[in-house]
């Protein structure tokens, strides 16, 4: 199997959304002391790249650990968005074509080539998704997507104090599907149809895990 990992490096002090935890991580034993070594994580659950669970934005909504994992591996539709100005919206028109013919259960992954600012301010500027897309895809019996940006509706770019208005979250996490953010290397996916996987830690009745995101190519046989 060829695997592309679509998943950015955790590491202390990387870039998280506005006001969540800083991440950080201490060695708590080590070998030279304790014949082994351990360290400890401090990480908020939208650490990195990340699946968002329906609990995120709906209140009793899904928690991660009750996500359906075959939900989260499957047959995956990636659609281009190269060269959207920052802070604009991909409207459904532009993206419409490349919609054609999905199936329910595909996991649809917007690359915008974003992900190339990560770790900066201007990755706080990222396009975001018409939510028309989103109801689009829902009509589709598709509820699994996936961004390479940190979110795929506007990010404030301070910690806010009043609610965030996040219509894409609401459409797709209100019907019970995940959202897959902060996803890099999506142009390093050159074969069709690939075979995407992003399973979370089996975190209880949490809203949502970091993900190991990948897409795999068999090796022809
Ligand atoms: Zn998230």
Redesign the pocket.
Known sequence: MHIVDLSQPVSTGMQV?PGDPVVSSNEVATNAADGFQVAELHLG??TGT???APL?TVDGGMAVDELDLARLYGPARIVHVPGAAPRSMIEFSTVEAQLNNLKPGTIVLFHTGWSAYFNTSAYLDHPYLDPDIAAHLLAQGVSVIGVDS??PDPTPETQTEAPLHLPV?QHILGAGGA?I??LTNLADITWKDPLFSALPLRLMGL??SPVRAVAMRPFPG
């Open positions: 959304f659950t939208h990340h699946v968002d995120h940190l979110n979250h959202i953010e902060n809203d949502g």
